[in-house]
C-alpha cells in the first residue's frame, strides 16, 4: 500500500488569500488525485494531475482557481487561490496504486476561510 | 458518465443489530468497486474492495460482493458494534480511466 502525507493538515485562512496544499507519496506513482470534499458532503475530484504533463481539471473546476504542480513521481501540490468562505472544505489526495488496483488517501487538509 | 447510488443515511441501528447499506452502480465496461470508511474526525480509509463480477471483498467482519447482473455492492456486517458508527462511502473505480466516482456517502449511527 501507498502512504501518503499532505501538509497542513489543517489551517484557518484569511479569506481573498492562497494556501498551497502539499501531497508526498512513498513510492513513485503515475497517478494522483485532488479531491474535495464540502462539509457533511461526499467527495468531488478536483483535477487528476500526471507527471510531465498539465493537470486535467473536472467539470466545475478551474486551472486559475485550484492550479496544480506535478514535479515529480511521488509529490503533488494544489493551491487554493483568492479563498472564499465557500472553499472551506477537506481537500484530499488520492493516488492509484496499480498493482493492488487500489486507490489510497491522505489523511486530508481541513480548510476554513474566515 | 459513471455513477455510483447508495441509500441515504442517517442510518440508525442498535448495538449487534444485522447491517446491509445499500449501493448500486452505473459504469461502461468492468469497473472496480470500493467501499470506503470515514471515521468522526478523520480521514477516508479503505474498507474493502471486488475487481471482478462475484468477488467478495470482506474486512473487519464487513462484506460485499460484486454483483455484475445488479450492478450492486451492497455492504453488510452481521452484528455492529458503536466503533462502527461512521460515514460509509461506495465507489466505483472506471475501467477506462482510473478515476474514483463516490456516491453520496451513508452516516452509520450505532446505539449502545
Known amino acids: 500500500s501507498a502512504v501518503i502525507s499532505q501538509k497542513p493538515s489543517r489551517d484557518i485562512c484569511q479569506r481573498g488569500t492562497s494556501l498551497t496544499i502539499q501531497c508526498q507519496v512513498d513510492s513513485q506513482v503515475t497517478m494522483m488525485f485532488w479531491y474535495r470534499q464540502q462539509p457533511g458532503q461526499s467527495l468531488t475530484l478536483i483535477a487528476t494531475a500526471n507527471q510531465g504533463s498539465e493537470a486535467t481539471y473536472e467539470s466545475g473546476f478551474v486551472i486559475d482557481k485550484f492550479p496544480i504542480s506535478r514535479p515529480n513521481l511521488t509529490f503533488s501540490t494544489l493551491t487554493v487561490s483568492n479563498m472564499s468562505p465557500e472553499d472551506s472544505s477537506i481537500y484530499l489526495c488520492?493516488?492509484?496504486?496499480?498493482?493492488?488496483?487500489?486507490?489510497?488517501f491522505g489523511e486530508g487538509s481541513w480548510l476554513t476561510v474566515v | 458518465g459513471d455513477s455510483v447510488t447508495q441509500m441515504e443515511g442517517p442510518v440508525t441501528l442498535s448495538e449487534e443489530a444485522f447491517l446491509t447499506i445499500n449501493c448500486t452502480y452505473t459504469?461502461?465496461?468492468?469497473?472496480?468497486l470500493f467501499w470506503y470508511v470515514q471515521y468522526p474526525g478523520e480521514g477516508l480509509q479503505l474498507l474493502l474492495k471486488a475487481t471482478k463480477a462475484d468477488d467478495k471483498g470482506s474486512n473487519k467482519g464487513f462484506e460485499a460482493t460484486y454483483r455484475k447482473e445488479t450492478t450492486s455492492f451492497h455492504l453488510e456486517k452481521g452484528s455492529v458494534q458503536v466503533s462502527d458508527s461512521a460515514v460509509y462511502f461506495c465507489?466505483?473505480?472506471?475501467?477506462?480511466?482510473?478515476?474514483?466516482?463516490f456516491g453520496k456517502g451513508t452516516r452509520l449511527h450505532i446505539l449502545p
Open positions: 459504469a461502461t465496461g468492468y469497473p472496480s
Open positions: 488520492s493516488v492509484l496504486d496499480r498493482l493492488g488496483n487500489t486507490i489510497y
Open positions: 465507489a466505483l473505480s472506471g475501467s477506462r480511466d482510473d478515476k474514483i466516482i
